[in-house]
Structure formats: structure tokens, C-alpha cells
């Protein structure tokens, strides 16, 4: 994706590295740009921002282990994988988890999954026609 991008997702981060290896790891994105505040990730299809939340607000946030899912936002993104049961390795591995159920769409699967700060998001994986 050459240029600035035209849409993308931005997160809020307690633990912005931890967060953005994450989803380099499960997505299988590049990092673009990093500094203080910011991680920039990009796959051909989606660049994810990682924003670091300001230190007097991270203080106050508590993430369980395993985290708690956090399912009471308006968005929830989703992205296509090659393969659901191979993000579901790798995300369980880094403090996340890919849920059992799937659903079928026209032409794919997907199912939610929830990343090691208990953001919620969906995979997609295109079928073989």
C-alpha cells in the first residue's frame, strides 16, 4: 500500500509494543513507522495505528491475565487471514484467543477473536471455490 493510506483502524494501547507484535505476529503485518506514542502496521489491505495510552490514564487500567474480553464499543474491524486455525495458534501463543464459534459468509468464514488487551475483532478466511 504505497502513499498514505486511504482508511485504516486506530487502537488505543495500554502496552503499545506488546499490542503491535501481536498483531504483526496474527496478522502477518509490517511496521511502517514507529515512535513514543504511535506503532504504524500495514498488510495490503488494512494499516492498524497502535497509539499508546498517556501514562497517568495506563496507570489506572487493569488488563487480567488472560485478559477480559471487551465486547461494549461500537467497531469491531475485521481482517482476511490465510488461515483461521494458524492466527488461532499464534494469537493464543501472545495472550489472545480466537473464539470456537464461525459463521459463514458469502464466500468466507469468519469468526471474533480478541487480542492480548481484550479487544475484540474478526478473521476472515476466503473459502476455495
Known amino acids: 500500500m504505497p502513499g498514505p493510506a486511504a482508511a485504516g483502524v486506530l487502537l488505543y ?12 505476529q496474527v496478522l502477518g503485518m509490517q511496521q511502517l513507522h514507529e515512535d513514543a506514542h504511535i506503532t504504524v502496521l500495514e498488510s495490503a489491505a488494512l494499516q492498524l495505528l497502535i497509539h499508546a495510552i498517556p501514562a497517568e490514564i495506563a496507570a489506572r487500567i487493569s488488563i487480567d491475565t488472560p485478559p477480559r474480553r471487551r465486547e461494549d ?9 490465510p488461515s483461521i486455525a494458524q492466527s ?6 501472545l495472550g489472545g ?7 459463514q459468509g458469502p464466500g468466507f468464514t469468519l469468526c471474533n477473536a480478541m487480542d492480548c488487551e481484550g479487544n475484540v475483532f474478526q478473521l476472515r478466511e476466503l473459502q476455495n471455490s
Request: aromatic letters at 18%.
Open 88 to 93: 488461532a495458534g499464534v494469537a493464543k501463543q
Open 73 to 81: 464499543v461500537a467497531l469491531k474491524f475485521f481482517v482476511t487471514v
Open 97 to 103: 484467543e480466537v473464539f470456537e464459534e464461525r459463521w
Open 13 to 24: 494501547a495500554k502496552n503499545r509494543a506488546q499490542l503491535a507484535h501481536f498483531y504483526q
